[in-house]
């Protein structure tokens, strides 16, 4: 099998994984990404099965547009429907992407409501129907690309024995274990020692199966001691990449304003011509992740957010520089 995760697995480090954020790691975003330090692997927006195989297609499916130079890439999905995963499953092989990802982990409530993300961690046989029919869309397309979960630690209360377990049992090439229940949301510190507890699961139950730590990484050399600790094989980050846009690189970098401007121009100008016009004001978001950390970042920054267009942004950036 071309299995990227066992690629990826080392014996003395982890590897690094740029987290799925929906809104944020679109093709733009990671092309970015790659140039300022790249990670190992990365992961698109979650991408609904659902919405894919109903005449909303070509909305839905404009988040797994990528760039040869993103690979490799894992496509993630979620949704209700076992049949609409083997569907949708079918056709990523064909796009080429290096895996699928199916989110088991969202704690969002009208997800959770539907029964879908991390509502599955209570329905485990809704998880191994949506497991088995995405593994069947991926054979029914005669790919021998990797399939793994991304979830939670538990639901209400953490549960590695029970969930985790289950899913060791699903015959998966890599799990990504965020360290938070979904009742936990975001709102407290990620539990590293529950993590632990999965991978000392994975040893026991399936030892074949990577597992990636998740939660509240903050810089390389933290997750370099948390995947020490833990025993993962793998680190993934996500919100650490906007307090350091750095974060994957082995060697400490800290780039001056000037600099900083010309790749919050090049973000701009990439994202005008892969989305038009469009998603202008999200894209606001991101300023802070370049500009931060300088005598007078506060002051550039309200000004660059009076912004109206693509265009406006980009000669205000000129004007600093
Ligand atoms: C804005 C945002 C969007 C997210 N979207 C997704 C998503 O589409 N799929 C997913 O599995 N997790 C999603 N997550 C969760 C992250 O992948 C990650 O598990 C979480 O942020 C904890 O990791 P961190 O502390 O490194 O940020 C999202 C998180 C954020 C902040």
């Given at each position: 099998m071309n299995n990227i995760w066992q690629k990826l697995k080392k014996e003395n480090e982890p590897f690094f994984v740029l987290a799925p954020m929906e809104d944020v790691t679109d093709t733009v975003f990671r092309q970015m990404v790659i140039k300022l330090s790249p990670p190992d692997l990365m992961v698109t927006e979650f991408v609904n099965a659902d919405g894919y195989c109903s005449p909303g297609r070509e909305a839905v499916g404009r988040r797994l547009r990528y760039t040869?130079?993103?690979?490799?890439l894992i496509a993630q999905i979620w949704g209700l429907n076992p049949v609409n995963y083997r569907q949708m499953a079918k056709d990523l092989v064909g796009m080429g992407f290096a895996g699928i990802d199916i989110n088991m982990g969202c704690p969002v409530k009208d997800v959770v409501k539907k029964g879908a993300c991390s509502a599955m961690i209570l329905n485990h046989e809704l998880a191994a129907l949506v497991i088995s029919e995405t593994r069947a869309g991926i054979l029914d397309a005669g790919g021998d690309i990797p399939l793994s979960v991304k979830t939670r630690i538990g639901y209400n209360e953490p549960d590695v024995t029970s969930w985790i377990g289950f899913l060791l049992k699903?015959?998966?090439?890599a799990i990504t274990v965020h360290g938070r229940t979904r009742k936990q949301m975001s709102k407290v510190p990620a539990d590293w020692q529950e993590i632990a507890r999965a991978v000392k699961l994975r040893d026991k139950l399936s030892p074949q199966t990577v597992i990636v730590g998740n939660g509240d990484v903050m810089s390389r050399a933290q997750g370099e001691s948390l995947a020490k600790m833990s025993g993962v094989d793998g680190v993934m980050v996500g919100r650490g990449i906007f307090h350091d846009?750095?974060?994957?690189?082995?060697t400490a970098k800290k780039a001056d304003l000037k600099l900083m401007l010309k790749y919050l121009k090049q973000h701009i100008e990439l994202h005008q011509k892969t989305w038009g016009g469009e998603k202008f004001e999200p894209l606001k978001k991101f300023i802070k992740m370049y500009i931060s950390?300088?005598?007078g970042s506060s002051e550039i920054r309200a000004k660059l957010f009076a912004a109206k267009s693509h265009v406006d942004l980009i000669k205000m950036i000129d004007n600093i520089v």
């Open positions: 040869k130079k993103e690979q490799p699903q015959n998966l090439d846009p750095f974060i994957f690189s082995k950390g300088f005598a």
